[in-house]
């Protein structure tokens, strides 16, 4: 059974599991344990990583939530170590649609051959200019 504290005594945030007698935060095995910085720039972190077009690098994230370029890296790669890892088997099956792309279906048109021959001289020998 795992209780709030209530009675006031102890530290503010803490729970109790009162099978274990032990006391832990709500953070307590997710990304964001152990860290001081407060939620709302975790949160905000994540959705700048999540929804930048191309990457976003630290210096930037750094100045949007007024950081030290050292936490914004810090924060930068827990949250792509998070997104890394692969607790769900369950893979993406059939045609799937993401921002009106579609990934998977026929292959592209293969090179012709004329594309890997090189470009013939002015004489009409195939030989490669010499510089």
Excluded at 28 to 54: M, P, R, Y
Aim: net charge positive; aromatic share 6%; hydrophobic share 35%.
């Amino acid at each position: 059974m795992v209780r709030k504290k209530e009675d006031g005594v102890g530290r503010v945030g803490r729970w109790n599991c009162h099978d274990c007698n032990a006391s832990f935060k709500v953070t307590c095995g997710t990304v964001f344990h152990g860290t001081k910085i407060e939620l709302q720039k975790w949160f905000l972190a994540i959705s700048l990583v999540v929804n930048a077009k191309k990457s976003l690098s630290s210096c930037q994230l750094a100045r949007d939530l007024d950081l030290n370029q050292k936490t914004a890296w810090y924060f930068m790669t827990r949250i792509r170590a998070e997104m890394a890892k692969k607790t769900n088997a369950l893979l993406l099956q059939g045609i799937i649609e993401a921002d009106e792309t579609y990934i998977g279906g026929k292959p592209r048109k293969a090179n012709k051959k004329e594309d890997r021959e090189p470009a013939k001289r002015g004489d009409g020998t195939n030989k490669r200019l010499s510089l």
